[in-house]
């Protein structure tokens, strides 16, 4: 099967950096994405990584390690609208190329 | 054009009642999706369709019956529902399905049933 943890709850204060931790477990792995969900709204979609190392989206950076099953994703010069759920995502060829998602972690951003 | 496209925005039914969301997009995608996501939970995955074909159904009740009339399309047919289904329904899309496709998403359906 496969799984994935992480926090459910953020809290940060405007101007910060603040990273979500994302742990998976499955086999035949592609990649991990992360999704960006604000109240009431549909997800969008942030990044995806399937190769070990850091991709830079303006403030958004999102992180894999392979080899430790997890990754994360960064968030800088946190803002108010940053405030929402964010959701990683896992790939894998035993989905039969579905996305398994994660229950996702609340971010606050504090003036 | 890299918008994927639900209406209604919002619906009311009875338990009697038969009912359809639809899902459109116009980004060439191949592979569609419907969702549900119940309040503070993740999407949960229902259907997929690829090359207009249904290749994955999650064990989903007969009472949700989906349906691709061509590749821009993808239809939700609803029918005796519970109160229990209320929730969220989402379509996506992306080029292929695959490991490494990106999902678009609509900006979903908000289902009460009553």
Known sequence: GQSLEQPSEVTAVEGAIVQINCT???????GLSWYQQHDGGAPTFLSY????????????SSFLSRSDSYGYLLLQELQMKDSASYFCAVNSDTNAGKSTFGDGTTLTVKP | DTEVTQTPKHLVMGMTNKKSLKCEQHMGHRAMYWYKQKAKKPPELMFVYSYEKLSINESVPSRFSPECPNSSLLNLHLHALQPEDSALYLCASSQERGGAETQYFGPGTRLLVL
């Open chain 1, 49 to 60: 990584n399937a190769l070990d190392g850091l991709e830079e989206t303006g403030r958004f």
């Open chain 1, 24 to 30: 998976y477990q499955t086999s035949g792995f592609y």
